[in-house]
């Protein structure tokens, strides 16, 4: 119990810097996809994150803000626009990553996307998809 309510807590303070921040990436995503260990359905999706944490925020057609935590990660080229990275193995999109003119982040690989993988693997090989944002 004392770790979910210190759980809550940190997601809170964290959450509120960068919910107060503009999008940095804003646009519609045709597929649903796991983002984190949540599913998403399609529909119109703002991104933000603050420099420094370690949490994107996304809120998507159903208006609820949700916190993710990823990466800073350093590209050697900066995109003019905004794009998202995902993996898709057969009808099944993950999101990867988020690229900005003011940076990048990587989203850990999760449970349901190494499993999703290893059934691929046996198929056919996954896929990369870049969807470009505003």
């Keep these: 119990m004392k770790r979910l309510v210190l759980s809550i807590l940190t997601v809170s303070v964290l959450a509120l810097p960068v ?3 503009r999008p940095a990436a804003v646009g519609d995503i045709p597929f649903g996809f796991v983002a984190g260990n949540m599913t998403m359905p399609a529909g119109e999706y ?3 994150y603050s420099t420094g944490l370690f949490t994107v925020t996304l809120a998507g057609p159903d ?5 993710l935590s990823a990466n800073p990660e350093e590209t050697q080229s900066v995109p003019e626009q905004a794009k ?3 993996h898709r193995y057969g009808d099944q ?3 990867s990553e988020i690229r900005t003119p003011d940076g990048s982040r990587e989203f850990p690989v999760s449970r349901l996307e190494i499993e999703a993988q290893k059934t691929a693997s046996a198929k056919r090989a996954g896929e990369k998809i870049v ?3 505003r």
Excluded at 63 to 67: M, Y
């Design 19 to 21: 919910c107060a921040q």
């Design 46 to 48: 703002a991104f933000g």
């Design 63 to 67: 208006r609820h803000a949700r916190v």
């Design 84 to 86: 998202l990275i995902f």
């Design 93 to 95: 999109y993950f999101l």
């Design 131 to 133: 969807l470009a944002m």
